[in-house]
């Protein structure tokens, strides 16, 4: 389980994190919110019985607008997004795959500055506190 020792948010579409081995990347919250685990998400099934089929991301307000992240013990985080979306646990293991295999290029991250605003904010997460 390998956890960040750092993540924020350089622009308001865009999370970044780093870990102690060296490896930062920077990923779109559309990404980021489209790996969402939870089952509403990913649908719910047990053996062969299927509870509930996946549900598509809709682009709605407030869909990929992230409010928080809070760490869930020391295996997990939970993202909090503006519409209300909360019920999705990322392992810190499943956290990093995501940041592996969604990495913008520094080009990638000005197409999409270019494409959603230029917005300077930079807002860092204090979930890190609470990780040892």
Not at 50 to 67: D, M, N, Q
Not at 100 to 110: F, I, K, P, R
Request: hydrophobic share 35%.
């Amino acid at each position: 389980m390998t956890k960040p020792i750092q993540i924020n948010r350089p622009k308001p579409f865009l999370l970044s994190a780093k870990w102690s081995d060296g490896f930062s990347a920077t990923i779109s919250l559309e990404e980021f919110r489209k790996a969402c685990p939870c089952a509403e998400c990913t649908g719910e099934r047990i053996g062969e019985v299927i509870y509930s089929r996946p549900k598509p991301v809709k682009f709605e307000p407030g869909a990929f607008e992230l409010t928080d992240l809070k760490a869930v013990g020391n295996y997990a985080i939970c993202a909090f997004w503006k519409n209300g979306h909360d019920t999705g646990l990322y392992s810190w293991d499943l956290f990093r795959k995501i940041f592996e295999e969604n990495n913008l290029s520094q080009d990638g991250q000005e197409k999409i500055s270019k494409k959603l605003g230029n917005d300077k904010r930079n807002i860092s997460f204090k979930i890190l506190n609470s990780i040892k």
